[in-house]
């Protein structure tokens, strides 16, 4: 995961936070679920001290919140 692309998960993952920051944050999971899911939660972990699926859960709610778990955790189930 870039460095910019880490700065909007975390940016958006804020209480508050703008709505163009969120978008981006579907863009960054929908494009890393079918290429590097796993390296990049790893590395978010690493440097949050948190899983994504985690701080995804506690920031975002209803059906955008099931949409994004549903991605980040797809591979982690089969």
């Known amino acids: 995961m ?3 692309a880490r700065q909007l998960v975390d ?3 804020k209480n ?3 709505e163009n920051a969120k978008k981006g944050l579907t863009r ?3 494009t890393r679920a ?3 899911m796993k390296e990049t939660e ?3 972990n690493n440097l949050y001290g948190a899983t994504l699926a985690h701080r995804v859960e506690e920031a975002t709610n209803g059906n955008y ?3 994004l778990l549903t991605l980040i ?3 982690q189930t089969s």
Request: overall charge negative.
């Open 65 to 67: 919140k099931d949409l």
């Open 42 to 44: 790893t590395t978010f």
């Open 16 to 18: 508050g936070a703008e």
């Open 28 to 30: 960054v999971i929908v």
């Open 34 to 36: 079918d290429l590097d």
């Open 73 to 75: 955790t797809r591979d």
């Open 11 to 13: 940016e958006a993952l």
């Open 2 to 4: 870039s460095t910019s």
